[in-house]
T-cell receptor, first 116, second 114 residues
Framework: KQEVTQIPAALSVPEGENLVLNCSFT??????LQWFRQDPGKGLTSLLL?????REQTSGRLNASLDKSSGRSTLYIAASQPGDSATYLC???????????????FGSGTQLTVLP | NAGVTQTPKFQVLKTGQSMTLQCAQD?????MSWYRQDPGMGLRLIHY???????DQGEVPNGYNVSRSTTEDFPLRLLSAAPSQTSVYFC?????????????FGPGTRLTVT
């Protein structure tokens, strides 16, 4: 059974700092890994998706990396801003043994606070 | 495209009541799923469907029922609500033909069972 872990559970940084959020998974046979942002009381916003054949993806100040062999992904946020304050979730996609069915397994998230 | 829509946004139920959470998508996605999110936790899979007429259980299926009569709709039924079902429910969809199978999420339904 796939397990996804995110460390730390909470992180507080001053504005302008570069930071890294960590995600680890136990089953390396993933098809992709997605990073989501969730604001309090809101739904999920997809930030980046890394295909299993890729090593990293970039979008603006965000860069996500994937190392399947070690079961790790990181989300790098450059020059953090107070507007980046949210919970960040990572999720790995695997195919179930039944064939076409797939399961997205989520970590419990890192709650980020960027202080002005 | 509206994407994935969910209704209602908020709901309060009494223990023992039943209700249906609605989910619809207009992207012609074959794969749809329901997740619940509890405080401080990630999302956990309740039920999923790989196409009309085909459904299966996820990680936490007890107390929930689903059916898939059309490609567009995937309702989640609570048969007899319990306080343990207080949670935020998310519906998601994706296409099996569109690698890398990105999942699209609805805005969620916040359910409180008293």
């Amino acid at each position: 059974k796939q397990e996804v872990t995110q460390i730390p559970a909470a992180l507080s940084v001053p504005e302008g700092e570069n930071l890294v959020l960590n995600c680890s998974f136990t089953d390396s046979a993933i098809y992709n890994l997605q990073w989501f942002r969730q604001d309090p009381g809101k739904g999920l916003t997809s930030l980046l998706l890394i295909q299993s054949s890729q090593r990293e993806q970039t979008s603006g100040r965000l860069n996500a990396s994937l190392d399947k062999s070690s079961g790790r992904s990181t989300l790098y946020i450059a020059a953090s801003q107070p507007g980046d304050s949210a919970t960040y979730l990572c999720a790995s996609l695997i195919f179930l043994s039944s064939g076409s069915a797939r399961q997205l397994t989520f970590g419990s998230g890192t709650q980020l606070t960027v202080l002005p | 495209n509206a994407g994935v829509t969910q209704t209602p946004k908020f709901q309060v139920l009494k223990t023992g009541q039943s209700m249906t959470l609605q989910c619809a998508q207009d992207m012609n996605h074959e794969y749809m799923s329901w997740y619940r999110q509890d405080p401080g936790m990630g999302l956990r899979l309740i039920h999923y469907s790989v196409g009309a007429g085909i459904t299966d259980q996820g990680e936490v299926p007890n107390g929930y029922n689903v059916s898939r009569s059309t490609t567009e709709d995937f309702p989640l039924r609570l048969l007899s609500a319990a306080p343990s079902q207080t949670s935020v429910y998310f519906c998601a969809s994706s296409s099996p033909l569109a690698y890398p199978y990105e999942q699209y999420f609805g805005p969620g339904t916040r359910l409180t069972v008293t």
